[in-house]
């Protein structure tokens, strides 16, 4: 008992370990990856100077610069070495807590999320195959990813109040309204995907999908508000509102400089790979590719193969995010709420109540034996045409009912005064 107690604590502490150096590694290149990115749609030269190991090799070949590869660790040791320097203003223990909550709330939501299927057994770990999360048969794994990525909103009101800045306190309050407003669409979609998979474990629902079809597929107006709500979440244009340095200098964190800004910083690219995980766990069938059959006993081949495509799946995703990034002008304010209140919540109950109608109809003990003999093979079909059909209708009423057209001309019938006599 004792050797299976020590060898489950070595396990955690090793998959511990190599979950927060691999997160925090390819955060630092993700930056990288976005900034050459942005260069290649801008048509400009990125980060290309800076090589491995850093210039040592431009000695015998000049040509040769590895892509800019040792950039983010040259950035990484900058802000190391700059001054930490502390507003006189600012409340200071809250504004040293500030980033530590949003940065450990971002790395705490990994320890659900799988990273593959399970490996064969090491003899050191014990005689069970090893899975490739950090918290194994966690029965609440959605929700708590879910609750993890709220605490978010305290790290930002913390850093925005604690920092007694007019600019930084404006973003801090529009940082809590969006998020707040994104998480109820947010968590509309999860819970589509949720009723029809009947499970709130990350590894449940990828095993139900590989089954009976991505849910993306079935549910495609569920897939667009979760995805939507994701980009809102995670503070990325076009809803990077919170920041707008156009209008309000960094926003939230205006007044962070140091390794307290790399916290913030490093916490929002977290926060857009944690969305990525989310997204092909939920949407795209996680590990799941067609072809690949399941294995009975686990092996190396079949855990690296399914690792891999889990890996292209998240590269997809974020490559993804960052092209909308660098592609897609910022909302207004006003717009973005709009977009949430007015368009993302109904469609997020539309596919709320589509889904559980149609659950409920394939109930053994409604309409399932019916559904069985007519359709047999073809059910997934007519689930995914039923899905489309939801989504193309909810689209269109959306669009028909709401404003087609954004009026952004100055209103020069408005008088200042008349608004705000302080004006």
Same mark, same amino acid.
């Given at each position: 008992?004792?050797?299976?107690?020590?060898?489950?604590?070595?396990?955690?502490?090793?998959?511990?370990?190599?979950?927060?150096?691999?997160?925090?590694?390819?955060?630092?290149?993700?930056?990288?990856?976005?900034?050459?990115?942005?260069?290649?749609?801008?048509?400009?030269?990125?980060?290309?100077?800076?090589?491995?190991?850093?210039?040592?090799?431009? &000695?015998?070949?000049?040509?040769?610069?590895?892509?800019?590869?040792?950039? $983010?660790?040259v950035d990484g040791l900058k802000?190391?070495?700059?001054?930490?320097?502390? $507003?006189?203003?600012?409340?200071?223990?809250?504004?040293?807590?500030?980033?530590?909550?949003?940065?450990?709330?971002?790395l705490a939501a990994f320890a659900?999320?799988? /990273?593959?299927?399970?490996?064969? $057994?090491?003899? +050191? /770990?014990?005689?069970?195959?090893?899975?490739?999360?950090?918290?194994?048969?966690?029965?609440?794994?959605?929700?708590?990813?879910?609750?993890?990525?709220?605490?978010?909103?305290?790290?930002? +009101?913390?850093?925005?109040?604690?920092?007694?800045?007019?600019?930084?306190?404006?973003?801090?309050?529009?940082?809590?309204?969006?998020m707040i407003a994104y998480e109820?669409?947010?968590?509309?979609?999860?819970?589509?995907?949720?009723?029809?998979?009947?499970?709130?474990?990350?590894?449940?629902?990828? &095993?139900?999908?590989?089954?009976?079809?991505?849910?993306?597929?079935?549910? $495609?107006?569920?897939?667009?508000?979760?995805?939507?709500?994701?980009?809102?979440?995670?503070?990325?244009?076009? /809803?990077?509102?919170?920041?707008?340095?156009?209008?309000?200098?960094?926003?939230?964190?205006?007044?962070?400089?140091?390794?307290?800004?790399?916290?913030?910083?490093?916490?929002?690219?977290?926060?857009?790979?944690?969305?990525? /995980?989310?997204?092909?766990?939920?949407?795209?069938?996680?590990?799941?590719?067609?072809?690949?059959?399941?294995?009975?006993?686990?092996?190396?081949?079949?855990?690296?193969? &399914?690792?891999?495509?889990?890996?292209?799946?998240?590269?997809?995703?974020?490559?993804?995010?960052?092209?909308?990034?660098?592609?897609?002008?910022?909302?207004?304010?006003?717009?973005?709420?709009?977009?949430?209140?007015?368009?993302?919540?109904?469609?997020?109950?539309?596919?709320?109540?589509?889904?559980?109608?149609?659950?409920?109809?394939?109930?053994?003990?409604?309409?399932?034996?019916?559904?069985?003999?007519?359709?047999?093979?073809?059910?997934?079909?007519?689930?995914?045409?039923?899905?489309?059909?939801?989504?193309?209708?909810?689209?269109?009423?959306?669009?028909?009912?709401?404003?087609?057209?954004?009026?952004?001309?100055?209103?020069?019938?408005? &008088?200042?005064?008349?608004?705000?006599?302080?004006?």
């Amino acid at each position: 008992m004792e050797h299976v107690f020590s060898a489950e604590i070595v396990q955690a502490i090793v998959k511990t370990v190599l979950l927060l150096n691999g997160i925090l590694f390819g955060a630092a290149y993700f930056v990288l990856m976005e900034r050459r990115v942005a260069a290649w749609i801008q048509d400009r030269h990125g980060p290309n100077r800076v090589g491995l190991p850093l210039s040592l090799l431009r &000695r015998n070949w000049k040509d040769v610069s590895l892509f800019g590869l040792g950039q $983010p660790m040259v950035d990484g040791l900058k802000m190391i070495l700059k001054e930490e320097y502390t $507003p006189g203003q600012v409340d200071r223990r809250l504004y040293l807590l500030a980033p530590v909550v949003i940065m450990a709330a971002a790395l705490a939501a990994f320890a659900v999320i799988p /990273f593959g299927d399970c490996l064969p $057994p090491i003899a +050191i /770990f014990g005689d069970e195959p090893i899975q490739l999360v950090a918290a194994p048969e966690c029965d609440v794994g959605v929700i708590y990813v879910f609750a993890l990525s709220s605490i978010a909103v305290y790290g930002v +009101i913390l850093g925005g109040w604690a920092s007694n800045s007019k600019y930084s306190f404006l973003g801090g309050l529009r940082a809590s309204a969006q998020m707040i407003a994104y998480e109820l669409p947010l968590g509309l979609g999860l819970l589509g995907v949720v009723l029809a998979t009947g499970s709130l474990r990350l590894d449940e629902i990828i &095993r139900h999908q590989a089954e009976h079809g991505w849910c993306a597929f079935l549910q $495609p107006l569920g897939f667009m508000v979760f995805l939507v709500a994701a980009f809102a979440e995670a503070g990325r244009l076009p /809803f990077d509102l919170p920041e707008a340095e156009q209008e309000l200098v960094g926003g939230y964190h205006t007044e962070y400089a140091g390794m307290k800004l790399v916290l913030f910083l490093t916490a929002e690219f977290i926060h857009m790979i944690t969305a990525s /995980f989310l997204i092909v766990i939920l949407f795209l069938g996680g590990w799941h590719l067609w072809g690949m059959s399941a294995a009975a006993e686990p092996t190396w081949l079949g855990a690296g193969l &399914r690792c891999a495509v889990l890996m292209a799946k998240i590269f997809g995703v974020v490559f993804f995010f960052m092209l909308v990034r660098w592609s897609w002008p910022r909302f207004r304010f006003d717009q973005l709420m709009s977009l949430a209140w007015k368009v993302m919540l109904p469609l997020g109950l539309v596919n709320l109540l589509a889904v559980a109608i149609l659950e409920e109809l394939q109930h053994p003990e409604m309409l399932g034996s019916w559904f069985q003999r007519t359709f047999g093979e073809g059910t997934m079909l007519m689930e995914i045409l039923v899905g489309w059909g939801v989504a193309v209708i909810a689209l269109l009423a959306v669009a028909l009912i709401g404003p087609l057209i954004t009026d952004n001309r100055p209103r020069h019938d408005l &008088r200042p005064n008349a608004i705000d006599r302080q004006i």
